[in-house]
């Protein structure tokens, strides 16, 4: 790799897996070089496959595990085939070489402090949530007691990462739209019946998921609570380069700003998102 290429944090990376865990669902392995930052939970990578120039631009996937090691750090996306671009990463066999920047954007700030921590997921929104939990893990035991998920998805098969969460999770609350797993409601519907519970004072909420998933959620809680949400957005540079990813917020003073998510984000604090 070129010193610019590092500088820039690119990477050219070797698939080692990419399994079809659920259908339409993959997970892909990525041995990069050691060099490569640790990510903080929330983090996402630019991929491509290398050389490849049709679809030109990357596509941004969360990192969903990382492993480091003397000599490479491997990386783990869960991702699902969504368009063009998907559908080609999850062709690639092993031995294929990927495209990568990153780690990029802002993680979750961990607030140690509370005494509840919630995660909602909705869907693939659980990749970069994983990470996370694995990161509260790391830093404390006490987080397997703190911890509840609330994981949502359309149906049981696109339910994805729950095997993996319950290794580090205890209390996991499952819903799908049509009833196949767990409780037949939206996940926000299960997590508003238990909101009493969980007082802003000694709450910590992160989530990711679907735009109308994040609006539900804006519309339950007060501006009392602690929530860091993970936005999606259509990205063409992936690094604050061409404003093509820009959301509405409310500035320190109040006033509307705009936000590139890819390099203000993608975890922005839940109450300073304007719903146009
Ligand atoms: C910060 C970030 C992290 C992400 N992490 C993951 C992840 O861990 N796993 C995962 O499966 N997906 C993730 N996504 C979504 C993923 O980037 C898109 O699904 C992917 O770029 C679609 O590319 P495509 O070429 O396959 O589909 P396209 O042909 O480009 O689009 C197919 C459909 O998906 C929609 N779409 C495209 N890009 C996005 C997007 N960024 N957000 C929402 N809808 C989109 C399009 O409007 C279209 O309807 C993430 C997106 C962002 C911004
Ligand atoms: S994708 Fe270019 S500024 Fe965000």
């Given at each position: 790799?070129?010193?610019?290429?590092?500088?820039?944090?690119?990477?050219?990376?070797?698939?080692?897996?990419n399994e079809e865990v659920r259908p339409d669902f993959f997970l892909m392995?990525?041995?990069?070089?050691?060099?490569?930052?640790?990510?903080?939970?929330?983090?996402?990578?630019?991929?491509?496959?290398?050389?490849?120039?049709?679809?030109?631009?990357?596509?941004?996937?969360?990192?969903?595990?990382?492993?480091?090691?003397?000599?490479?750090?491997?990386?783990?996306l869960l991702y699902r085939v969504a368009g063009k671009g998907t559908r080609i990463l999850a062709g690639?066999?092993?031995?294929?070489?990927?495209?990568?920047?990153?780690?990029?954007?802002?993680?979750?700030?961990?607030?140690?402090?509370?005494?509840?921590?919630?995660?909602?997921?909705?869907g693939i929104?659980?990749a970069?949530?994983?990470?996370?939990?694995?990161?509260?893990?790391?830093?404390?035991?006490?987080?397997?007691?703190?911890?509840?998920?609330?994981?949502?998805a359309r149906t049981e098969t696109a339910l994805v990462g729950?095997?993996?969460?319950?290794?580090?999770?205890?209390?996991?609350?499952?819903?799908?739209?049509?009833?196949?797993?767990?409780?037949?409601?939206?996940?926000?519907?299960?997590?508003?019946?238990?909101?009493?519970?969980?007082?802003?004072?000694?709450?910590?909420?992160?989530?990711?998921?679907?735009?109308?998933?994040?609006?539900?959620?804006?519309?339950?809680?007060?501006?009392?609570?602690?929530?860091?949400?993970?936005?999606?957005?259509?990205?063409?540079?992936?690094?604050?380069?061409?404003?093509?990813?820009?959301?509405?917020?409310?500035?320190?003073?109040?006033?509307?700003?705009?936000?590139?998510?890819?390099?203000?984000?993608?975890?922005?604090?839940?109450?300073?998102?304007?719903?146009?």
């Open positions: 790799m070129t010193e610019k290429a590092m500088a820039r944090n690119i990477y050219l990376g070797e698939v080692s897996r392995k990525i041995r990069l070089p050691a060099q490569f930052e640790r990510p903080l939970p929330g983090q996402f990578v630019m991929v491509r496959v290398a050389g490849l120039q049709d679809p030109f631009l990357s596509r941004p996937l969360s990192i969903y595990a990382c492993k480091q090691g003397p000599r490479f750090c491997t990386i783990e690639l066999i092993p031995g294929s070489q990927v495209e990568l920047s990153g780690p990029l954007g802002t993680g979750y700030r961990v607030d140690r402090t509370k005494k509840n921590i919630v995660l909602i997921a909705g929104g659980i970069p949530l994983s990470l996370l939990v694995r990161e509260l893990r790391r830093r404390s035991c006490r987080a397997a007691d703190a911890m509840t998920v609330y994981l949502g729950l095997d993996a969460l319950r290794q580090s999770c205890s209390r996991i609350i499952v819903c799908t739209d049509d009833g196949t797993l767990g409780e037949k409601a939206p996940v926000t519907k299960a997590f508003q019946r238990d909101l009493p519970k969980y007082n802003p004072a000694d709450t910590a909420l992160y989530a990711c998921g679907p735009k109308p998933m994040i609006r539900s959620l804006a519309g339950l809680l007060n501006d009392q609570y602690f929530c860091q949400v993970s936005l999606e957005e259509r990205m063409a540079c992936g690094v604050g380069a061409c404003a093509g990813c820009v959301v509405a917020v409310k500035d320190a003073s109040g006033n509307k700003a705009y936000r590139r998510v890819c390099a203000d984000g993608p975890v922005f604090e839940l109450k300073d998102i304007l719903w146009e």
